[in-house]
Nanobody, 119 residues
Framework: QVQLVESGGGLVQAGGSLRLSCRAS????????MAWYRQAPGKQRELVAV???????NYRDSVKGRFTISRDNAKNSVYLQMNSLKPEDTAVYYC?????????????WGQGTQVTVSS
């Protein structure tokens, strides 16, 4: 059983910063890509940023230059540094990990952490 636990969400004023963390635990052999998604009220969940096992990164256009994704493989963790936050960044943020356990490969999700940006 693999669990992903996020932390670091909260309330911040526009222009402020937050750092989200997500740690995977359980019987893990390898974590391939890790990612952050978000879902605002009444909207579909959308990909924010992804980082591969080789540390290649990709971001949605609206967060490029403001958000930075990183990972610590020794801690099975992924982070999202969010700067210059805007009210439109308000959402529940979810981490996601593509986990390999022996011959089984599966994507796991965290429970989500709320980020609220006030104007």
């Amino acid at each position: 059983q693999v669990q992903l636990v996020e932390s670091g969400g909260g309330l911040v004023q526009a222009g402020g910063s937050l750092r989200l963390s997500c740690r995977a635990s359980g019987s893990i052999d390898t974590i391939n890509a890790m990612a952050w998604y978000r879902q605002a009220p009444g909207k579909q969940r959308e990909l924010v940023a992804v980082i591969t096992s080789g540390d290649s990164t990709n971001y949605r256009d609206s967060v490029k230059g403001r958000f930075t994704i990183s990972r610590d493989n020794a801690k099975n963790s992924v982070y999202l540094q969010m700067n210059s936050l805007k009210p439109e960044d308000t959402a529940v943020y979810y981490c996601n990990a593509d986990v390999q356990i022996f011959t089984t490969r599966r994507v796991y999700w965290g429970q989500g952490t709320q980020v609220t940006v006030s104007s």
